[in-house]
T-cell receptor, first 111, second 113 residues
């Protein structure tokens, strides 16, 4: 069945370090892929998305490229800030009916 | 425009009780989905409703039920609460057609004692 696998956290980085959070997926069709972010005590916010192979989603310095050949959608940011500390969720939508989420990766950025 | 709203924010119940959670979607959004997020895990899909009809159901027992009203707001009901039902319950709305992006509410934190 459809599923998402994320790298386990927590990930701890110093401010201005490079960030990569790995995400791979399993799906039978051509799902849309998403990254959501959850700040402490809050709901989920869409960070970026990609709807077809080779699409690159980007927002607030974060990027992710839909790689169908490797079934991956890794999240990257060139220079993280303390304010980026949050839990990041990779998700796929195979059929416009429901999302499958990964288990989340907690990011801690130290000043 | 207001985002997705949920009520109540927090709720404490005891085992065996019943609970009703409420969600109002973004204006113009006709699709509402419910997710359960247990602490430390990703959200798990419970239900999707569109135009008052159930369009999808996740792997949850029959104790969980939902409905959507003519104004597109929705209720999630859980009967015979178990300790394991303690979680953050998230509601998401989507404008059916076009973008499949879902917008999430802040959630209802349910604690079952």
């Amino acid at each position: 069945g459809d599923s998402v696998t994320q790298m386990e956290g927590p990930v701890t980085l110093s401010e201005e370090a490079f960030l990569t959070i790995n995400c791979t997926y399993t799906a039978t069709g051509y799902p849309s892929l998403f990254w959501y972010v959850q700040y402490p005590g809050e709901g989920l916010q869409l960070l970026l998305k990609a709807t077809k192979a080779d699409d690159k989603g980007s927002n607030k310095g974060f990027e992710a490229t839909y790689r169908k050949e490797t079934t991956s959608f890794h999240l990257e940011k060139g220079s993280v800030q303390v304010s980026d500390s949050a839990v990041y969720f990779c998700a796929l939508d195979p059929d416009f009916n429901k999302f499958y989420f990964g288990s989340g990766t907690k990011l801690n950025v130290k000043p | 425009d207001a985002g997705v709203t949920q009520s109540p924010t927090h709720l404490i119940k005891t085992r065996g009780q019943h609970v009703t959670l409420r969600c109002s979607p973004i204006s113009g959004h006709k699709s509402v989905s419910w997710y359960q997020q247990v602490l430390g895990q990703g959200p798990q899909f419970i239900f999707q409703y569109y135009e008052k009809e159930e369009r999808g159901r996740g792997n949850f027992p029959d104790r969980f039920s939902a409905r959507q009203f003519p104004n597109y707001s929705s209720e999630l009901n859980v009967n015979a609460l178990l300790l394991g039902d303690s979680a953050l319950y998230l509601c998401a709305s989507r404008r059916q057609g076009g973008s499949n992006e879902q917008f999430f509410g802040p959630g209802t934190r349910l604690t079952v004692l």
